[in-house]
């Protein structure tokens, strides 16, 4: 037995260990072996070991990147959509599409938000290249829809369509993903209700999409089962206070709720 006896008591002990008990020669209960006894049976097993590397590794660097560089702020609010779940299934075009427009159309008003901090510098954009978070066969890949604010919905309905099918399938090249001035991220396929994302450095805003589903609410005086979404906006506080994104918040969702095709 390894000489330095109480060492291997002790630690035997924190795991509850009854040295008595191990199927083991006596002169081969080594410190070693006690710790290789509990790695075997106390922790978990490995089934796989990667480098970060690749895609991931990119998508990993530009995140820390971007949280070490920002001092973000996120905001939620509850949107009602009932009316416009209805003119959506009317137009016959995808609902993140829809939403990219009237995001663009709230931008309009709110220019700040389609910014980027680069060298210390606010530098603010007139064409909205707004990207739309892709879980793809290769990662996580943000494309790029250009010049939102100056096209018809049925021409960003063809574009989105085109790119967000070759992003699945890591059909991309890199002018796809470059450009960008604001970003989306809607989970609310995947069921959903509500998260914040890092924005998606150096943009100075990300919004956030979560699922539509029947709640209880209050309209003048009475509860109502509605469709509600629910949405955050985390913007970069170097840029953005809290007021003026609450601001964008709120004209968003009058404009959700009140849109008409």
């Known amino acids: 037995m390894d000489s330095n006896l109480n060492d291997i008591k002790r630690l035997a002990d924190q795991y509850n260990i009854n040295l008595d008990s191990l199927n083991v020669d006596k002169n081969l209960l080594t410190m070693d072996y006690i710790k290789k006894y509990i790695a075997e049976n106390f922790y978990p097993h490995v089934i796989e070991r990667k480098p970060i590397t690749g895609i991931r590794k990119m998508i990993a660097d530009h995140l820390v990147s971007g949280l070490k560089e920002s001092a973000i702020i996120s905001l939620y609010s509850e949107i009602l959509m009932d009316d416009f779940m209805a003119a959506y299934k009317s137009a016959g075009v995808s609902m993140n599409v829809l939403l990219i427009k009237i995001i663009s159309n709230t931008l309009m008003h709110y220019p700040y938000m389609n910014s980027e901090i680069k060298n210390n510098e606010i530098i603010t954009y007139d064409s909205h290249n707004i990207g739309i978070a892709v879980d793809s066969k290769i990662g996580l890949i943000v494309p790029v829809i250009r010049n939102v604010n100056t096209k018809d919905i049925k021409t960003l309905d063809n574009e989105y369509r085109e790119l967000i099918a070759r992003a699945k399938n890591g059909i991309i090249k890199e002018i796809d993903i470059t450009g960008g001035t604001f970003t989306i991220s809607n989970l609310g396929s995947l069921g959903v209700s509500y998260f914040m994302s890092i924005p998606n450095w150096p943009q100075v805003a990300?919004?956030?999409?979560?699922?539509?589903?029947?709640?209880?609410?209050?309209?003048?005086?009475?509860?109502?089962?509605?469709?509600?979404?629910?949405?955050?906006?985390?913007?970069?506080?170097?840029?953005?206070?809290?007021?003026?994104?609450?601001?964008f918040l709120s004209e968003l969702k009058y404009n959700i709720e009140n849109f008409r095709p």
Do not use: F, N, Q, Y
């Open 206 to 247: 990300i919004l956030s999409i979560g699922r539509t589903e029947d709640k209880p609410v209050v309209l003048d005086g009475k509860i109502e089962i509605r469709k509600i979404m629910t949405a955050s906006i985390t913007v970069d506080h170097r840029a953005v206070d809290g007021a003026p994104a609450a601001r």
